[in-house]
């Protein structure tokens, strides 16, 4: 009788280690899934952040070809203007 009790107890303590490792393969799995899923949306974020970037760099530069026109057409107004002065300044003869 003591034998079918030690066997008993065997098989008890093997079907709760397979439990617990069928548990743990479960918990592993989860982790790996959740990682997956962080792993994807870094690879979104990092797609973002270069679109990002691309249209930061874009309007940088039209603000910079902005910046020149509105200096061209400063210069050319002030230049303008010391020529309709001119023409209406009276002349000294």
Same mark, same amino acid.
């Given at each position: 009788m003591k034998r079918d009790e030690e066997f008993e107890a065997a098989e008890q303590r093997l079907h709760a280690a397979g439990e617990a490792l069928g =548990?743990? !393969?479960? =918990? $592993?799995?989860? $982790?790996? #899934? !959740?990682? !997956?899923? #962080?792993? =994807?949306e870094?690879?979104?974020m990092t797609a973002d952040r270069g679109r990002l970037a691309r249209?930061?760099?874009? #309007?940088? #530069?039209r603000g910079q070809r902005l910046e020149r026109a509105?200096?061209? &057409?400063?210069? $050319?107004? &002030?230049?303008a203007m010391e020529r309709v002065r001119q023409v209406l300044a009276p002349r000294e003869d």
């Open positions: =548990a743990a !393969v479960e =918990a $592993r799995l989860a $982790r790996e #899934a !959740v990682l !997956v899923d #962080a792993e =994807a870094i690879q979104r249209e930061l760099d874009t #309007a940088l #530069a509105n200096r061209e &057409v400063s210069k $050319r107004l &002030v230049d």
